[in-house]
């Protein structure tokens, strides 16, 4: 049943990127409609890992649903990351580096990573606890995408 959940918001989430993409302002460039929408994930993302951070340091409180509802999030925001990149859109405001579109399959691979841990961290969270699944949020390597594929 939590794969099935798994599924469901990645398809949301993927149908919600598709539609930022395409779906912009009329004197809005592609390009940029193409920025606004990976830049969006980008923000929901760190939202996600900050509940997840927030929660592992005790600034919020214990929530073992919001944990893995939040790390669910992120399995799904980072598995449809690639898809906001398709379109090899570069404006003056993105810090994206052009290794992403000439090291494509590394890039996805990084996201596909990022994901899997992501939906690890909430299955243990979900089945062996919240501590558990607290002790893991480290495993979540922004670095392994932002350092080689963005300034």
Known sequence: MK???VIV???LFSAFGASLTFAHE???????????ARDGIMHLIGAQRN????????KIPDNRREFVRAANALAAMFAMLPTT???NAMVAESRAKPEIWTNWDEFV????????VAANIATTAGTV????????IGEIDCGSCHTPFRE
């Open 85 to 87: 990149f398709e379109k």
């Open 26 to 36: 009329p004197d809005m460039s592609d390009e940029m409609a193409a920025y606004v």
């Open 51 to 58: 509940i997840l951070r927030n929660m592992a340091s005790g």
């Open 129 to 136: 606890g919240l501590d558990a699944g607290k002790a893991k």
């Open 109 to 116: 691979s990084a996201a596909n990573t990022l994901s899997a």
């Open 9 to 11: 918001i990645a398809a």
């Open 3 to 5: 794969n099935i959940k």
